[in-house]
């Protein structure tokens, strides 16, 4: 009964997973999505001008590989890139590119490679999950600053935006095949983002991660973080302001011991307080149904889609809506953080009461609430029972299950059918992630409390 | 000896089947009586565990203050005889039974031998069983096999889209008929084998009255259910389904072993009692709770529902006490996790 429609692929985070060699398919059980490797490095770029190579050789010395190894072993488990940000050995990188090493640091270790070889460890100081982001430190630089000095990278500032068009340069190691700058523009922020990020008209691709945008005159724009793997040069930079936070909020902290999914927790908890509270806020669309006001929420950081069906045998007729935000929290093994909703409208007056109950009936059962496996998630929960809003009949269904490694966290997924009309009905579906147990009932709530007539009856 | 009367034999000796049903009997006219292959016996028994002179039997007549005196000797023989199915008689050994007015019965070989005397007992005439009764009844079974036939397409048609209802309707009568005729066929076969009889009204009989039971529980429960939101109900509606499956096999077993009722009672029951027993361990395995459904998923038209609804604000209120269920488990389970190092995905 239930089509599904996938219009665009995920976003791709650009941490290269691969196992040796790079082209080969990516290991399938690896953190960020690894539908990378080969169309992406067969994309094509723009003719390297002279300015990119004024601004490569000038950042050269900057720039560094990050790899994640296991410990114990010399193998590497996934790379990506990274960029000095002061002359006391700070570098930034992506929180997906050191997230085994972050949450898992009894199995693995981090190092930096620079361009001409030299390798050396890391250590984690902060992480920004929300966005991205994280601050690490070389293991060969003295705390205090005493020691070595760095070249560090100077971000552009705020106060100078770029205009859309604008040239700039995405550095990285992409593939793990050797250091690279691809060229491309700035393209404003990205519509419809949760978080903002900096739409990139240039080829990234995996292994990239973390590395640095710059503008004509080498100051950090951003840095890279991901791309559609259904488009040509549609990319992403994680603004340089929330870098540049970063930076100057961690650059004297102490590194991070152990693993790190209490930090991963509290962000994650601070996410979805906002993301509750601007979602409740925003309200929803009028005019989704002729006969109820069925809960669609206007496009602000959320993206619906719609599909109409008519039965060729004189069956079920139905339309459906799917409503999803871009924006998703990657924590190691799994993503969070984000809300959809779904909505069926079904037609039986070709049917008859009893055979529209019937598909009614098997539509209402065909529901799934298992999305994370169980090493990461408790078996779900549910709630159920008859509903009523303003005199229309519901049956409601709330399941949720908790996250085992991050504690208070939950999804929790509501289900709705009207049963007010014996030849048609509407069922919804509101599905949150990663919230707490208060929000995940306030937001039952406010999508329950959305249901009601058009007119009254 | 000199007992018997003129035409009345002194003693009846019957081979009887495990059914009961006596494959031969002989005459004794007079005690003893030898058993064994070879043909000087006066019951010759072709049976390659007989030995030749097998056993005698005697029957020492009693006085008016004691009872006759049975003699079973084994003779020449390996395997013996046993005695009332509980006592061996082994060869050259022999074994004095009082007359206590009952059939005795004896095993020599594999054949199954039982002393008739004529002042034994015999008991009342009995009704014949429902089982023989039903062979010659196909009206009842009939109307329930067509209501069963009705039922399937009614929920044929519901389930099939208005266009390509003709052909379902032909294929599920079809499918119902040849599966029914397969189930019955091969009990059948399994009675004919076990009481000679093949006791197909029987198991028609059993099999359309369960297939009827089983669709009214496809949908009873479900319809309370949704009208009384009891969501419990279809979640442990599958052990009626066990139950009535239970019930059929018991009922079809008895026309295989009917002299072994108890029995077949205690397999129905033990099938049922395992297999709710898996079921439920089953579903706590794959969904930590005992019950078959997640939640409620059965929906009929709107003008059958009972249950009153509730509020928005009181039903997500009542939401509260999951958290501290939820709590529990994600504590209770990434717990066990760090300690062993094992890959619990399902």
């Known amino acids: ?457 | 000896m000199g007992g018997a009367a003129l035409g009345e034999p002194a003693a009846l000796l019957e081979a009887v089947d495990r059914d009961g049903f006596v494959r031969q009997s002989w005459r004794i006219e007079r005690f003893p009586v030898s058993i064994g292959r070879a043909l000087d016996n006066a019951v010759v028994l072709s049976d390659s565990h007989v030995a030749a002179h097998h056993a005698t039997i005697d029957v020492v007549p009693g006085s008016d203050t004691a009872p006759a005196t049975i003699v079973v000797a084994a003779r020449e023989t390996r395997n013996g005889v046993v005695v009332r199915g509980r006592e061996r008689v082994a060869g050259g050994a022999a074994k004095e039974l009082a007359d206590d007015g009952r059939d005795v019965e004896l095993q020599v070989g594999r054949v199954q031998l039982r002393l008739r005397l004529p002042n034994h007992a015999l008991a009342a005439e009995q009704a014949m069983s429902a089982l023989a009764d039903t062979d010659h009844r196909w009206l009842p079974t009939l109307g329930v096999a067509a209501a069963v036939l009705l039922f399937v397409l009614a929920t044929t048609w519901i389930e099939t889209d208005p266009e390509p209802f003709v052909r379902s309707a032909g294929m599920a009568v079809l499918t119902t008929i040849a599966g029914a005729a397969v189930w019955c066929g091969l009990w059948a076969l399994l009675s004919k084998t076990f009481t000679r009889q093949s006791h197909f009204g029987w198991h028609v009989r059993v099999f359309v009255v369960a297939s009827l039971v089983l669709l009214v529980l496809s949908v009873v429960p479900a319809l309370a259910a949704f009208a009384f939101s009891w969501p419990w109900l279809t979640d442990y509606s599958f052990v009626a389904i066990y139950a009535t499956a239970a019930a059929a096999i018991y009922f079809h077993l008895l026309a295989v072993e009917p002299g072994r009722r108890k029995l077949m009672q205690a397999v129905a029951v033990t099938g049922f009692v395992v297999g709710v027993a898996l079921s439920l361990w089953f579903n706590v395995q794959r969904t930590g709770r005992p019950g078959e459904e997640l939640y409620m998923n059965h929906l009929f038209p709107p003008q059958l529902r009972v249950a009153r609804p509730t509020s928005v604000d009181r039903f997500v209120a009542g939401l509260a006490p999951m958290q501290a269920i939820l709590d529990k488990k994600a504590k209770e389970q990434s717990g066990s996790d760090s300690e062993g190092a094992g890959d619990d995905d399902e």
């Open chain 1, 1 to 457: 009964m239930r089509p599904r429609i996938r219009r665009w692929e995920a976003l791709t985070a650009l941490a290269l997973v691969a196992s040796s060699p790079a082209f080969a398919q990516p290991r399938p059980a690896a953190a960020p999505p690894p539908e990378v490797a080969a169309s992406a490095a067969a994309a094509p770029s723009a003719p390297v001008s002279l300015s990119a190579r004024k601004v490569y050789e000038q950042a050269r010395s900057q720039l560094v590989q990050i790899r994640t190894v296991l410990k114990g072993r010399a193998s590497q488990t996934s790379v990506g890139s990274g960029f000095f940000v002061s002359a006391q050995g700070h570098i930034l990188t992506n929180f997906h590119v050191v997230s085994e090493a972050a949450l898992k640091p009894e199995q693995h270790d981090l190092v930096y490679v620079t361009a001409d070889g030299r390798e050396a460890p890391l250590v984690i100081l902060q992480l920004d999950v929300l966005h991205d982001l994280a601050l690490l430190r070389a293991g060969d630089a003295a705390p205090s600053g005493a020691g070595r000095r760095f070249d560090a990278l100077a971000f552009r500032s705020a106060t100078e935006p770029l205009a859309q068009g604008e040239r700039i340069y995405s550095l990285g190691n992409p593939l793990d095949v050797g250091f690279a700058v691809t060229q491309g523009t700035y393209n404003g922020l990205v519509k419809r983002s949760f978080y903002p990020q900096i739409f990139f008209g240039g080829a990234l691709s995996a292994g990239m991660s973390g590395g640095p945008a710059l503008d004509e005159e080498g100051h950090v724009v951003g840095v890279n973080v991901a791309r559609r793997i259904d488009g040509e040069q549609v990319s992403f930079l994680v603004p340089a302001e929330f870098a540049s936070a970063l930076l100057a909020r961690g650059k004297d902290a102490a590194p991070i011991v152990g693993s790190a999914y209490p930090i991963v927790d509290e962000q994650l908890l601070k996410h979805q307080t906002l993301l509750t509270d601007r979602f409740i806020q925003q309200g929803w669309k009028e005019a989704t149904h002729p006969r109820y006001r069925v809960p669609v929420p206007p496009d602000v950081f959320m993206r619906c889609w719609g599909t109409s069906t008519v039965s060729n045998n004189g069956g079920l007729d139905f339309e459906r809506s799917d409503c999803v935000m871009d924006t998703r929290i990657f924590v190691g093994e799994f993503t969070t953080g984000t809300i959809s909703l779904r909505h069926e409208s079904y037609d039986g007056t070709k049917l008859g009461a009893l055979r529209f109950a019937q598909r009614y009936a098997a539509s209402f059962r065909n529901e799934s609430f298992v999305r994370l496996s169980s090493q990461h998630q408790t078996k779900p929960r549910c709630e159920e029972d008859y509903i009523e809003r303003d005199g229309l009949p519901l049956r409601a269904v709330v399941c949720m299950r908790a996250y085992k490694k991050l504690p208070q966290l939950y999804d929790v997924a509501v289900l709705v059918a009207t049963l007010d009309q014996s030849r048609n009905g509407v069922q919804g579906r509101f599905d949150a992630q990663g919230v707490s147990f208060a929000n995940a009932q306030r937001l039952a709530q406010h999508y329950l409390e959305a249901y009601r007539w058009v007119a009254p009856h």
